[in-house]
């Protein structure tokens, strides 16, 4: 498992997401990750999220390096360690 941070410019208007540091086996498995939806796989309707943004490839991605030690109820592919979210 490696962490990832995953990062949108696109819609960064209020009540958005700009970022999240995110648990996935790969970048192409981080870039689908919905930063409050860990478990979205990017087939169940991306586009409902204008929170974010409406397709996975939109997503730019960071390796930021591998996860040290077993998965537990924490630490999982598709968990979320830290989101950034814009209140308005």
């Not at 648990?23 to 979205?40: D, Y």
């Amino acid at each position: 498992m490696k962490l990832f941070k995953i990062y949108q410019i696109i819609n960064n208007g209020y009540d958005t997401f700009d970022s999240a540091v995110v648990v996935a086996n790969s970048a192409e498995e981080a870039q689908k990750i919905h930063p409050s939806h860990p478990f979205c796989d990017g087939s169940i309707n991306f586009k409902m999220y204008d929170n974010w943004v409406s397709r996975p490839d939109l997503v730019s991605v960071i390796y930021l390096g591998d996860v040290v030690g077993e998965p537990d109820d924490d630490i999982f592919p598709g968990a979320i360690i830290c989101a950034s979210y814009n209140a308005g």
